[in-house]
């Protein structure tokens, strides 16, 4: 077999984060509520009707743009991109052409081609019966797309990229970036060949998994090389991914710009972002946040690259912990708050339970508490579900409830002599040589305490008392 290389080049389109749609008022809310409740004649392309651009979906844009160092357009425009869907009620998608708002850039060691702005299309539903159904929510939801040039090589190396993606849109508040609620869709143009020629460029559309971007790469990279070896012609074509067959499938010729007969949209004004006010200021890439910079800064600060992993790969997490950061009491280290965060607190966490950012600073107190010997690591533990998801004070329910650690051997001993006396033939194991009979007493001291009682103090006093 001749040694082929796979050359992949990825698109992903994105569900941007803002309140209202991309040219009308209406709520960017495709997800929730009745089908077609956020609808109104503009997004339902009514005739007589303006679109009105959202200059936060674009502002967002220029944030991703500069995120990556790309290079921000000064004049920009919209164009009409015409084909027919039933979910598309205009018969054409507002969309960008020539003039994107950014191009250039790099992510995660891949070359960006551009970004640019559109409109996404309505949802149709095909589980209705006989009957398929069209929902207008999502219509006019703005919709970024980014393109990377042709330099990726594997599915691995592509799942790696959208991966990297998702956490910049969520660190930078573009979008949530859900591939399960297709607030992120990626597709891959794959091709093919043993020469330097590049092969001919097959589409696999709206994966909508990290998985299944790298298997679906993985399968039509195989797929092509099976024609190839065959001696037969690798069709250009719009493919689909069949989870549960793990496969592509043909869906159609795949379509030329030529096709779309893309002209600019006579209804809305072109962009010189120079003399837009709201725009007139390139964003400072240095000023962003990104998941590069939040790495290097929670390693700075002695976290482990898997504990960093963990926290930034979720918007739950990475909020969390970012508030903790900011409210750190003096003597809580960043690294005690991320074992302790990642061991206890997420152990805790279930469907119906979320961590709130309100409750930070109670969280915090508690592990002071812990950290100080005010209560017992045994205490804290008990305390943190109130703690967390109630936002009660950790120092006022541990008197409430005689729960503040017991540092005095006057206070303890009583109960020693009563666990030595109760506990004879444990005693006598101990006297023997079990270490661990003393172990077994410790802990019904604490249980008897209620986790009070100091520990070290509580081994102390029974080996000073067991004669």
Known sequence: MSTYKTTVGIEVHVELKTKSKMFCGCTNNPHEGEPNAHVCPVCMAHPGTLPVVNQEAVALVLKVGSAIGGTIADFSEFDRKNYFYPDIPKAYQISQYQFPFVRGGELAGVSI?????????????HDQGD????????????????VTEPVIHSGKEAALFAKELQLLLRVLGASEANMERGEMRVEANISVSNTHELGTKVEVKNLNSFKSVESAITYETARQIELLEAGKTVVQETRGWDEEKSRTFSQRVKETADDYRYFPDPDIPKFMLSEVSTFNTRVDENSLQTP??????????????????????????F???????????????????????????????????????????PFL????????????????????????????????????????QQNSADSLEPMVLELIATHQSVVEEYKGGKESALQFLVGQGMKASKGSANPSLLLELLKKNIK
């Open 292 to 317: 590069s910079k939040i790495r290097l800064y929670y390693a700075n600060l002695g976290l482990t690259s898997d504990q960093i992993e963990i926290i930034i790969g979720s918007p739950e997490y």
């Open 113 to 125: 081609t551009r970004i640019h702005l559109e409109e996404d299309t309505a949802r149709s539903l």
């Open 131 to 146: 009957e398929s159904l069209v929902d207008f929510n999502r219509a006019g939801v703005p919709l970024m797309e980014l």
């Open 319 to 361: 909020n969390f912990f970012e508030a903790c950061l900011s409210a750190l009491p003096t003597g809580l280290e960043p690294r005690f708050v991320a074992n302790y965060f990642l061991s206890d607190v997420v152990s805790l966490l279930s469907g119906n339970q979320t961590l709130a950012t309100a409750h930070v600073v």
């Open 365 to 404: 107190t508690l592990l002071k508490l812990a950290t100080d010997g005010t209560v017992t690591s045994r205490v804290a533990k008990d305390l943190l579900s109130e703690v967390l998801f109630a936002g009660l004070d950790p120092m006022t329910i541990a008197k409430e409830r005689g729960l503040l």
